[in-house]
């Protein structure tokens, strides 16, 4: 059989302990026997952050920019202890902090869904994925603790030395207050992101915040949705046959809880942080989940949604046997070998990853699976399988295929 042929090179980030180790059986086995695997390599382990003072990540993430698609593995975010473990210069900042910064990103959280694994919701029946916006609010809040009796005032001053002046609470007793803030840029950037990736994956667009009583915040990212919306999408929405609606977030999450899914929720950013994981539990395990961080410009990099984990590669450093669930990370490679297909226009690579897709999902509902997924699966009859006798298995179908 003769290799399938890329044109344009994926960007691809290497990363950090199991996911690493993982990340080389997957190619060996699934992807190089099959695809004449065009990659521009960059090393994102966090040994090789450090030797380049962290230029490497910022070299992947321009990568992305040039060509478009990238994958990545998951990498380690470094805190106090990985400072000695791996004996670092200096507390390097997240990868994916950095690489969503440079791209002005927003990410798209999804489930695998596959027989046998079900979620607590009975009636999801289609994944729903989860649109995070990843700047601003409370995550970028000031807050005071208030002592005592006083008065709280929000004061915005102009460059022209204008001063508009809002008074927040005059205090009687002790007390907090916060001050949050978003630009029109960002939530501008976070809804083309959204309708773009409806558009792509041909999912309704659902979208919640809190209008009714934010009348101007909340309000704010209710009309640049909507105003971009008819100025730039509406009629391709329209002609794709799906749909972009807005209600009070408190609607969207009883419609969410009787949906059938297969639809993109869009979040604000808090809500976004606590709907991710309701979601994510919900559907059963964090390492069926995938990731895609998609620019406004219509950049994308996939990735898995969980980390290196670090308590089955020291188990694997010594010797030991691990059953890690590589189908995140090997999604992470279908989804950006099938969207790399689409834009250079070969055909093949993009049915290779579908089968390779399928190839996964058959292994597992055959009963072959890792042990995380046979500790929660309802299908009788399974084999729980090491890291690579898993991957190997899914090698035996895809080529039965
Ligand atoms: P983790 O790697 O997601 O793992 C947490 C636990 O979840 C594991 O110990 C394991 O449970 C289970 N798990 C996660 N993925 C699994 C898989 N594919 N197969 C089987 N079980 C899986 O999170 P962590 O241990 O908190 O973080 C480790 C490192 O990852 C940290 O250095 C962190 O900075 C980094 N991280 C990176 C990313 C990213 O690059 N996107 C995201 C999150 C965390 P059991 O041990 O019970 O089997
Ligand atoms: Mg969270």
Redesign the pocket.
């Known amino acids: 059989m003769d290799k399938i042929k890329m044109i344009t090179p994926l960007v691809e980030m290497d ?5 690493r180790i ?1 990340w080389q059986m997957i190619k060996d086995e699934l992807l190089t026997p099959f695809i004449d695997l065009k990659t521009e390599y960059y090393d994102l382990g966090l040994a090789h952050r450090n030797e380049t003072n962290d230029q490497v990540t910022i070299d992947s993430a321009e990568a992305t920019k040039k060509y478009g698609v990238a994958v ?8 106090a202890a ?1 400072m000695t473990e791996y004996n670092l210069k200096e507390m390097w900042k ?3 902090g950095t690489i969503r910064a440079i791209l002005d990103g927003t990410v798209f959280r999804a489930p695998i869904k596959v027989k046998g694994i079900d979620p607590c919701v009975k009636n999801w029946e289609k994944p729903i994925t989860i649109a995070r916006h990843a700047y601003g609010d409370i995550y970028k809040n000031v807050e005071i603790k208030v002592p005592g009796a006083g008065k709280a005032e929000l004061v915005y001053t102009a460059e022209d030395g204008t001063v508009t002046k809002e008074t927040i609470h005059e205090f009687q007793t002790s007390g907090i207050i916060q001050g949050v803030h978003n630009t029109d840029d960002s939530i501008s950037s976070f809804a083309k992101a959204c309708f773009n990736y409806a558009l792509d994956t041909k999912q309704d667009l659902w979208f919640g915040a809190k209008d009714t009583i934010s009348k101007k915040y909340d309000h704010n990212f209710k009309d640049i949705f909507q105003e971009i919306y008819d100025a730039e999408y509406k009629e391709r929405f329209e002609a794709a046959g799906i749909e972009y609606f807005y209600s009070l977030i408190d609607d969207i999450v009883a419609r969410v809880m009787k949906a059938k899914g297969g639809f993109i929720w869009a979040c604000k950013n808090y809500d976004g942080d606590v709907m991710s994981d309701m979601v994510s539990s919900a559907f059963g ?3 069926m989940m995938t ?1 895609v961080l998609v620019s406004p410009t219509g950049v994308y990099e996939y ?10 590669y020291y188990k694997h450093l010594k010797g030991e046997e691990t ?7 090997i999604f992470a490679w279908t989804g950006a070998l099938r969207k790399r297909g689409e834009l250079d226009g070969i055909t093949e690579l993009a049915e290779f990853a579908d089968k390779l897709e399928k190839a996964t999902l058959d292994t597992i509902e055959s009963g072959r699976m ?3 997924l046979a500790l929660i699966t309802s299908l009788e009859n399974v084999t729980a399988l090491n890291s690579a006798d898993f991957i190997r298995e899914i090698r035996k179908t895809l080529e039965a295929m």
């Not at 059953?323 to 990370?329: F, G």
């Open positions: 990363g950090d302990e199991m996911t993982l990545k593995c998951a990498t380690i975010t470094p805190n990985r997240s990868p994916n395990s964090l390492a990731s990735e898995a949604a969980h980390g290196t984990v670090q308590r089955h059953s890690t669930n590589s189908v995140a990370t890792t042990k995380d």
